[in-house]
């Protein structure tokens, strides 16, 4: 059975950290890709950062670059999405999703979706 599941949510400060993490089983971790997405309330899912396992390559959406590191320790199928100087903006519930080859921006593809985590910024 393919699981994803999310920790590491909580209430932080406005320029305050936060690590998420997201643990994968039930697949080949090596051959699949894991992004993280959130989704604020009233708002469409916005793709945040994405790691293909496979060759590490990393993206990030333009709202995170240079404030959120995504990692991927393979020995663990654990993927990390490191928050730094978070923002009232960032306050949403955050997925992992896994998608097979690389990372893609389109959310449709990917296969298996977490629960979510939820992250809140007070100002």
């Known amino acids: 059975e393919v699981q994803l599941v999310e920790s590491g949510g909580g209430l932080v400060q406005a320029g305050g950290s936060l690590r998420l993490s997201c643990a994968a089983s039930?697949?080949?971790?090596?051959?699949?890709?894991i992004g993280w997405i959130r989704q604020a309330p009233g708002k469409e899912r916005e793709g945040v950062s994405c790691i293909s396992s496979s060759d590490g390559n990393t993206h990030y959406a333009d709202s995170v670059k240079g404030r959120f590191t995504i990692s991927s320790d393979n020995a663990k199928n654990t993927v990390y999405l490191q928050m730094n100087s978070l923002k009232p903006e960032d306050t949403a519930v955050y997925y992992c999703?896994?998608?097979?080859?690389?990372?893609?921006?389109?959310?449709?593809?990917?296969?298996?979706w977490g629960q979510g985590t939820q992250v809140t910024v007070s100002s």
């Open positions: 039930g697949f080949t971790f090596d051959d699949y890709a």
């Open positions: 999703a896994a998608k097979t080859s690389g990372c893609s921006p389109e959310l449709q593809e990917y296969d298996y």
